[in-house]
């Protein structure tokens, strides 16, 4: 019987942790779709919630929204895949802050929230060419696995605001308001611009007047 006990114990402590709320999806202009942890899959529109484990895809066409519960942003361009490895905030305990996403492909805008604002060392977003830190910013990424848009592939990167720290194989290297790069991969040193090479980012009016890129 105390085992029968402890392990529906144990299953009720997983399958809270699993159901962990990260943010819900504010907005989306096309087909959007979550995988969790565990495989299953769903379809996710305006109001649908977020987990932390969860790989979200937006399909062609689509942009989406993501707000999660410090407060922060994710906005996602169409063909977008990206991970929420990690995502704990309470407002009492700045000591279990933890932020961490991977972008597999696509792009994104990323606006800090309260975690970001408080723990910025907790940030973090893992691309195959590099890791970024913040230091409370507006930022975007995208990482292409082929050359598209003028564009080759690997990471591009554009700092609205605050900043931003690059870290792969090569070094530490930081991004100021203004200034966008290239990372080819994980061994390149990063390239600095101070014109856009072709980002676009361009959500639908709906979205609000948030930054936007156009070549």
């Known amino acids: 019987m105390r085992i029968l006990v402890a392990l529906l114990l144990w299953v009720a402590a997983t399958c809270a942790m699993a159901a962990q709320v990260a943010g819900v999806v504010v907005q989306v202009s096309g087909a959007m779709s979550a995988r969790s942890a565990s495989g299953a899959a769903k379809a996710l529109h305006a109001k649908s ?15 989406a929204l993501v707000r999660f519960i410090d407060n922060s942003e994710l906005t996602l361009k169409p063909g977008t895949t990206v991970v929420v ?6 407002s009492a305990k700045p ?9 597999v492909k696509g792009g994104l805008r990323s606006v800090t929230g309260l975690l970001g604002k408080r723990s910025k060392e907790k940030f973090a977003v893992k691309t195959p060419s590099a890791t970024i830190g913040i230091r409370g910013t507006t930022f975007f990424l995208e990482y292409l696995t082929a050359a598209a848009s003028g564009l080759e592939p690997g990471l591009h990167v554009h700092v609205s605001a605050g900043g931003i720290s690059i870290v792969n194989s090569a070094g530490e290297f ?5 200034q ?7 061994r390149a040193k990063p390239v600095k611009m101070f014109a856009n090479p072709g980002m676009q980012f361009a ?3 709906s979205f609000g007047e948030a930054d936007t890129l156009i070549p």
């Open 174 to 178: 930081r991004y100021d308001p203004g």
């Open 95 to 103: 000591e279990s802050d933890r932020a961490a996403f991977t972008l």
């Open 180 to 186: 966008f790069g290239y990372i080819k991969d994980d």
């Open 203 to 205: 959500p639908p009016a």
């Open 85 to 90: 490895d990690q995502f704990s905030f309470d």
């Open 49 to 63: 919630e977020v987990e932390s484990g969860d790989t979200l895809v937006t399909a062609a066409g689509a942009y």
